[in-house]
């Protein structure tokens, strides 16, 4: 099983969608969700940022 994290601001246009996308016959059980990658208390330019959490294993 793999994970990897990538901003969700970016996990379309710096090209992981089409790239995971294109690995069907090589990864099974591709699944994401997305988290808050700071508290409450972080400061308001990034308070709401969110990682993209990225799970699937290899065929």
Known sequence: ???IS???Q???SAGFEAILGGLDTE????TC???RIYSDKADL?????I???VQFEKA
């Open 33 to 35: 969700h997305d988290v």
């Open 10 to 12: 970016h996990y379309q």
């Open 27 to 30: 990864i099974v059980d591709l």
């Open 51 to 53: 990682a993209r959490l």
């Open 1 to 3: 099983m793999f994970v």
């Open 6 to 8: 990538v901003n969700a």
């Open 45 to 49: 330019s990034h308070r709401y940022d």
